[in-house]
């Protein structure tokens, strides 16, 4: 009987163990989770200051300082190539996070990134839905709607010069556009909002894409005109003078990456301070301002959302005949 109840006492101190063993353990990561930001942290822009990327997490940042408290920077790079390979080559400690859209998904389906962003980074955050984006000419273009632009193209065909960033989301955009509406643009690469807005103000070019925000300012000084939003194909409540496209849907989130070797706690500290974003007013209100919406999700659910992206564009790449992945 004394063996048995010594065995019993035995396990039941076993179990004790486990139990505050795990109790510990959890308490450890708790109090690790809890360490981020630990040390400066960097937010990488691969863009040039100014464009809606930048001004979003320009936005972010201001945001995690008064949560956290923590001390952060955004460094812009005026060459995409430079911004991912700075944060490929960082430090998975959290320290250097980047902020990029779908354009990174274009980029390496195209071939003009040969890697796998899915592969090298980790999302550990989506902070925003950019929202619609305003398809914007000239003051004094001969067209002033929608319907007038798509003719105008469709009688001049290879005639309007569309300002896209090669092998990235307008090239996508603007090549689903061409599909859809049976017209044919001659594209240039312009890359970054800024160029884009004073290209178009300027008459450099004929046609681009930009946030909304920053549409409605450069259309009330006169220095453009709007033709409509692309987006979900539904009215922009914000926006109430513009009508939306529904010939293309495009729907678009800004991702927070990090390294692909950061750790799983490091990671979900990270999320979890995200989340912050969506509780601050500020932060609300600077998305709106721009034209889009702050939103958050779990990593998860982040991750599914960037695979499913990149499947959706994989075909729209292979329907336009630039998928260089369907060549290996």
Known sequence: MKKIVTAILA??????????????DSSSAANTAKKWPNKAIQLLVPSKAGGVTDIYTRNVQSSLQKSTGGTFATVNYGTEAVGYQTLRAAKGDGSTLLFQHSTIICKYLTGALDYNPAKEFRVVGEVADMGGQAIIVGPKAPYNTWDEFISYCKKNPEKVIAGVSINGTTHFIFGQIQKACGIKFTMVDCQAEADKLTNVAGGIIDVANCSLGNARQYEKSGKLKVLGILGSGKLEPDYPEWKPITEVLWISHLYCFAPAS?????????????????????????????????????????????????????????????????KK
Request: charge should be negative; include cysteine; charged fraction near 20%.
């Open 11 to 24: 396990g039941l101190l076993a179990v004790t163990s486990v139990m505050a063993n795990g109790t510990a």
């Open 262 to 326: 950061i750790d799983d706690v490091t990671a979900q500290s990270i999320n979890a301070a995200l989340k912050g974003l969506t509780t601050d007013p500020t932060y609300f209100k600077s998305c709106t301002v721009i034209g889009g919406s702050a939103e958050w999700y779990d990593l998860q659910t982040c991750q599914k959302d960037f695979d499913k992206t990149m499947e959706d564009l994989s075909e729209v790449a292979t329907s336009l005949g630039i998928n260089a992945r369907n």
